[in-house]
């Protein structure tokens, strides 16, 4: 096969369908952005799993007046139940699992609680003893928070005890949807772009439908002919996935790291450094598809 004559054939197929060509150019960088994005949002939810869950600690909230239950009296945890759950944690029972503990007294919740609800009429009608007395216990192993819970349930002088992990599960299981429903999306904007690349080779090959006559009759082999069909399909896929994966790389730049880490910071943000690992991806998965559509589209309806 004369590589020089393919090639040939190749620019002139797509200067003959310049205008569907950069159909299929603009239809590919969308879709495969689309699904840049779906993995740039995969990447932020593990980095913010990792950063979360790192920090994640147990709450053991005290007895407060205002509670009537198994283990609170209606009365405000006394200083001999504070000094039980604080030996429990320094226990050599507990103690291989908590890297750390601290206490938070009415007047330390309160505080902060002003500052969280700064403006807000509620803060003029809560006093520091509706607040909870709270251990704040940051375990060594996160994941082994069922102990703190076990040990201090049911204990008197305690409210309850809180996973934090627990809440961040429900927010990661959104942001697990969320991208679930991007990838969806994506997958929705590939079939598109197929379609449209098998639309685009079966009207080149229409267009050049007497030099293809002429190609059969002279011994040309179907590998031949279908071969410039099958890169003009290529090319255009291929400008389309380097256009996806230069607008992913920015999105991480200029919009995550260059706006959301300096004016959002309350967690961990995707680097421009992880975000390489994009466009090779999406390169690779529009030069398959385009191939496979290019592929099927010439093999069925020129019948070569």
């Not at 975000?275 to 030069?287: A, D, E, M, N, Y």
């Amino acid at each position: 096969m004369r590589l020089g004559l393919v090639l040939s054939e190749v620019g002139n197929g797509l200067r003959r369908n310049l205008s569907v060509v950069i159909s299929v150019i603009l239809v590919t960088f969308v879709s495969l952005t689309f699904v840049g994005a779906a993995i740039l949002m995969q990447l932020q939810v593990q980095q913010m799993k990792s950063f979360w869950y790192d920090r994640a600690q147990v709450a053991i909230y005290m007895c407060t007046d205002f509670e009537q239950s198994a283990t609170c009296s209606g009365t405000d945890a006394d200083e001999e139940q504070l000094a039980a759950v604080e030996e429990a944690l320094r226990s050599d029972t507990l103690a291989p699992y908590v890297e750390d503990f601290f206490f938070v007294d009415h007047d330390q919740a309160f505080a902060e609680f002003e500052k969280q609800f700064a403006g807000n009429p509620i803060v003029d009608i809560t006093k520091p003893e509706a607040l909870n007395q709270t251990f704040w216990v940051k375990l060594k192993d996160p994941s082994q928070s069922e102990i703190i819970t076990e040990a201090f349930t049911n204990i008197p002088g305690v409210q309850s005890v809180s996973d934090q992990r627990s809440l961040l599960d429900r927010i990661f299981l959104l942001l697990g949807v969320a991208s679930y429903t991007a990838v969806a999306l994506a997958g929705l904007m590939l079939v598109a772009a197929m379609l449209l690349i098998s639309t685009t080779i079966r009207l080149s090959a229409f267009s050049r439908r007497r030099e293809i006559g002429i190609m059969r009759l002279v011994g040309a082999s179907n590998r031949f002919i279908q071969t410039p069909f099958v890169i003009e399909g290529i090319i255009a896929a291929l400008i389309g996935a380097l256009l996806a994966g230069i607008a992913s790389v920015a999105i991480v730049k200029f919009f995550v790291q260059g706006f959301l880490a300096e004016n959002v910071r309350f967690t961990s943000y995707v680097t421009v450094e992880q975000s390489l690992i994009v466009p090779p991806i999406l390169l690779l998965v529009g030069v398959v598809l385009s191939a496979i559509a290019a592929q099927i589209a010439i093999a069925r309806y020129l019948r070569v």
